[in-house]
């Protein structure tokens, strides 16, 4: 089952979208940002966490009616 959960990068503190056992997945993945291997205990997927500190919803283009 995958599961997944936030947190920095322990090198460049960007912060990062663990998804564990996902498609892609590796056991040494690296920071999609500083390009560093990341230490991890499970096969991860890492994925740059564009959320923000305050997640802001996307707001989606308005259609012209
Ligand atoms: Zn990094």
Do not use: I
Request: with cysteine; aromatic share 4%.
């Amino acid at each position: 089952m995958a599961t997944g959960w936030f947190g920095p990068c322990p090198h460049c503190k960007a912060p990062l979208a663990y998804l564990e056992s996902v498609s892609g997945s590796v056991t040494s993945p690296k920071c999609p940002r500083c390009s560093q291997t990341v230490v991890v205990t499970r096969a991860t997927l890492l994925m740059a966490d564009n959320s923000g500190p305050s997640p802001t919803p996307t707001r989606k283009p308005a259609k012209p009616s």
